[in-house]
């Protein structure tokens, strides 16, 4: 069952555009969300974050958005660059005692010059 | 500042035999989570260590175990390979109790078994 889902294996966008990546989940007790980025033969590298008390987080050009009445975000990156290229994963946490991460399985990202 | 580092970076094991792969945390960090990631999967949460005790085990059987010692660094011990074991094994750090929520993660120890 799997909790976090990112249903885009992969993604190609030109240099310059908007990349958009979506992640959906089913448990509701989940109250954070993150997103990873990693390049091949690298451990997941942290980009941005969101809490479940706010519908927007912005960090220079990336910014989630999240709608929780959907089960819902997605991460927006203006304007994508060739370094952008890479595995982006989208993770999830019910807090609790150990905020355990719960990840999807990435969205293979591809910026074409 | 130092980050994650793991021990070693490949690791090629027979079935049935035991592995023992190592984390250091990044400075500071006081909690170590370890993950699985199989092949075209996501990572997926083993178990985590705070001040050195347990601290949440995701569903993986009993023959994976670890450790956390005073300085924080941590041990993912397999028994019994299984060719299934077969995965990058990622630890990450964070700070209990503070930003628990984000992980930050080392390179990862590629494991075979063959």
């Known amino acids: 069952d799997q909790q976090v889902k990112q249903n885009s294996p992969s993604l190609s966008v030109q240099e310059g555009r908007i990349s958009i990546l979506n992640c959906d989940y089913t448990?509701?007790?989940?109250?954070?969300f993150l997103w990873y980025k990693k390049y091949p033969a690298e451990g997941p590298t942290f980009l941005i974050s969101i809490s479940s008390i706010k519908d927007k987080n912005e960090d220079g050009r990336f910014t989630v958005f999240l709608n929780k009445s959907a089960k819902h975000l997605s991460l927006h990156i203006v304007p994508s660059q060739p370094g952008d290229s890479a595995v982006y994963f989208c993770a999830a946490s019910a807090g609790g005692s150990n905020y355990k991460l719960t990840f999807g399985k990435g969205t293979l990202l591809t910026v074409n010059p | 500042e130092t980050g994650v580092t793991q021990s070693p970076t490949h690791l090629i094991k027979t079935r049935g035999q035991q592995v023992t792969l190592r984390c250091s945390s990044q400075?500071?960090?006081?909690?170590v989570s370890w993950y699985q990631q199989a092949l075209g999967q996501g990572p997926q949460f083993i178990f985590q260590?705070?001040?050195?005790?347990?601290?949440g085990r995701g569903n993986f059987p009993p023959r994976f175990s670890g450790l956390q010692f005073p300085n924080y660094s941590s041990e993912l011990n397999v028994n019994a390979l299984e060719l299934d074991d077969s995965a990058l094994y990622l630890c990450?750090?964070?700070?209990?109790?503070?930003?628990?929520?984000?992980?930050?993660f080392g390179p990862g120890t590629r494991l075979t078994v063959t």
């Open positions: 448990n509701s007790m989940f109250d954070y």
């Open positions: 990450a750090s964070s700070i209990g109790g503070v930003s628990i929520y984000e992980q930050y």
């Open positions: 260590y705070y001040r050195e005790e347990e601290n």
């Open positions: 400075s500071g960090h006081n909690t």
